[in-house]
């Protein structure tokens, strides 16, 4: 048995490798890009694993998705292969179209056609699992009911734009074709091996190199905060025993502004790595807002919790201070990010 998960060398889909090839001996096959978020690094402890096979590629290359689906023939796809950050949409749309939108429905035909191809057993057992994103439903005001699967979707930005466009596609190939198809929207995860041009990731590298910490206006923007590793405990759930066609929020009960955030992760900073120069909050920048930011995102995770008993194990603090030691243990795999230096790494570990 095997499955082919899409973007499996970023930031939650290696973490979903290594989750997935720790609880199971099911083989991966790992379809990358290997665009400026992808690092191979993180996937280091599974040089030389059988179960799990690296192939660099595009999802918006028919003509090697199709030949892997045939060479491996997947019980399941897991996209998670996406460009990802709102700030690059706004500067530069066109490759979250190119890979988002055009990606995703090459993937599609791709998977309809090799899922047209099986046996009723196989039929049946075949699921393409599409990993999306609550930026979906737009912003909330501070009073409003958090987003339920229901709630209309208001993308406000490029990416997440990029992102409604697929899920609708997701939901039209089910519709139409037949494809059996389960959809998540995450909200914002955290954790180790995250990029560090992300909030959590951004501000602990910065506050260690004694760089201004930049925080976005006034930092009262709110976002529902979850564990990469309970974020891929929720797809394991919702692959196993979603329904099809369903789709499912995953959050992690966690609402905190960015200032919060910010400050929590300079007070831990703070206790495991104090500077001699005083508390890291010192660093702390305001900067002009972004366009078009969104106010204020919260998940309503009740349906995952009542229909498939998930619920994530790490509360914020748990979350953050597992985070934060993760990146103070390893300044070495930051630095090459930071340098490009992995892109050496992965031509001397799997060639050119």
């Avoid at 690059?88 to 890979?99: A, D, L, N, Q, V």
């Avoid at 995860?189 to 760089?211: D, Q, R, S, T, W």
């Amino acid at each position: 048995m095997t499955i082919l998960v899409t973007g499996g060398a970023g930031f939650i889909g290696s973490n979903f490798v290594l989750d997935w090839l720790a609880g199971c001996d099911e083989a991966v096959v790992n379809l990358d890009a290997l665009t400026y978020a992808g690092n191979l690094r993180n996937l280091a402890s599974l040089q030389g694993d059988a179960r799990h096979r690296f192939v660099q590629g595009h999802i918006g290359d028919r003509a090697l998705v199709d030949s892997l689906l045939a060479r491996h023939q997947p019980r399941a796809i897991v996209h998670f292969a996406a460009e990802s950050h709102v700030d690059r949409s706004i500067h530069g749309p066109g490759e979250f179209m190119k890979t988002n939108v055009e990606g995703s429905f090459t993937l599609l035909e791709a998977a309809r056609a090799h899922w047209g191809s099986l046996d009723d057993a196989a039929k049946a057992a075949f699921r393409f699992h599409h990993v999306s994103t609550d930026e979906v439903y737009g912003s909330l005001a501070a009073d409003a009911p958090a987003f339920t699967e229901t709630h209309p979707y208001h993308p406000n930005s490029p990416y997440s734009a990029s992102k409604a466009a697929s899920d609708h596609l997701v939901r039209a190939w089910h519709h139409t074709y037949g494809l059996p198809v389960l959809t998540t929207h995450c909200s914002n995860n955290y954790g180790p091996f995250h990029f560090p041009e992300k909030l959590i990731p951004l501000i602990i590298v910065n506050a260690l190199a004694g760089k201004p910490l930049p925080l976005y206006g006034d930092g009262l923007q709110v976002r529902d905060w979850l564990f990469v590793a309970d974020h891929c405990s929720a797809i394991r759930e919702v692959l196993a025993r979603g329904r099809v066609g369903e789709t499912y929020n995953v959050g992690g009960w966690n609402e905190k502004t960015n200032k919060e955030i910010v400050h929590a992760v300079c007070a831990l900073l703070d206790e495991l790595r104090p500077s001699a120069a005083g508390p890291y909050a010192r660093l702390i920048t305001h900067v002009k807002d972004r366009p078009g930011h969104d106010r204020r995102y919260a998940i309503d995770a009740r349906k995952i919790e009542g229909e498939l008993g998930w619920r994530p194990a790490e509360t914020f603090d748990t979350g953050i201070r597992k985070t934060v030691q993760w990146y103070l243990e390893h300044a070495d795999w930051v630095a090459d990010v930071q340098s490009g230096g992995y892109r050496e790494w992965v031509n001397r570990q799997y060639g050119a």
